[in-house]
């Protein structure tokens, strides 16, 4: 099975193409990991472009598509969120969302990522690296987070214990969508995992227009 996996919900971007056994194993094929801040609607095609150029792969290839599904920010969950279920109607194949947090690190651990407004997303994992709470967020300070912590090392000092720095990869994506990659059927919705409201909201009152 090959599958193309995209997550949007960091500020580093990744697209990668992989090919999985009947056993389950993983091969990376290829795999782009793109600073992208902001950028992921205009980064993230390029991106899945030079990975299935690498792997020697077109669209037309694919058995199957993984994205991260958060949580993340509003609009860039949505870009790969909507890419990932596009490519896949487009070729009629599975589509298979997952939390971004499984595809970072692996076995015991404590993963904590950027939620902006100075807080941190995060989930812990068992030695089997099955989640066992978690998706939430939390300011640092409040976190009282145990066992060993990986993702993004910043906020460490405010965490009180070092973090080891880890990111989303291809291999994790595949990893945390093991299940329903093995019977396609069980893939539920797309449904992003936001964890809170967005910072644009619609006005709730409008300033009269006079004319003279």
């Known amino acids: 099975m090959l599958v193309l996996a995209l997550d949007t919900a960091t500020p580093t971007l990744v697209a990668g193409v992989a090919r999985r056994s ?7 094929l290829a795999e782009r ?13 390029p991106a899945v472009r030079e990975a299935l150029a690498e792997a020697g792969l077109a669209l037309g290839d694919l058995d199957a598509v993984v994205t991260g599904l ?3 920010p509003f609009t860039g969950l949505r870009v790969g969120v909507v890419t990932a279920a596009a ?7 599975p589509a298979v969302g997952v939390c971004s947090l499984d595809a970072v690190g692996e076995g015991a651990r404590t993963v904590v990522t950027d939620a902006r407004r100075k807080e941190v997303y995060w989930a812990a ?10 998706p939430g967020v939390v300011r640092p300070e409040d976190a009282h987070l145990t066992g060993p912590l990986v993702g993004d ?6 965490l009180g214990a070092p973090v080891t720095p880890a990111e989303v990869t291809t291999a994790g994506l595949l990893r945390a969508a093991a299940e329903p990659l093995a019977d396609p059927s069980s893939a539920g919705p797309l449904v992003p995992l936001y964890l809170r409201r967005p910072d644009a909201v619609p006005p709730t009152s409008f300033k009269p227009v006079t004319t003279s």
Not at 33 to 45: C, F, Y
Not at 87 to 93: F, H, N, S, T, V
């Open 153 to 158: 090392p910043r906020f460490g000092e405010r």
């Open 70 to 72: 958060g949580p993340g």
């Open 33 to 45: 990991s793109v600073p992208s801040g902001n950028r992921h609607a205009e980064l993230l095609v």
């Open 87 to 93: 490519l896949a109607d487009a070729r009629g194949i």
């Open 125 to 134: 994992y068992d030695a089997a690296g099955a989640r066992v709470d978690g």
């Open 22 to 28: 009947g056993d389950g194993r993983v091969e990376v």
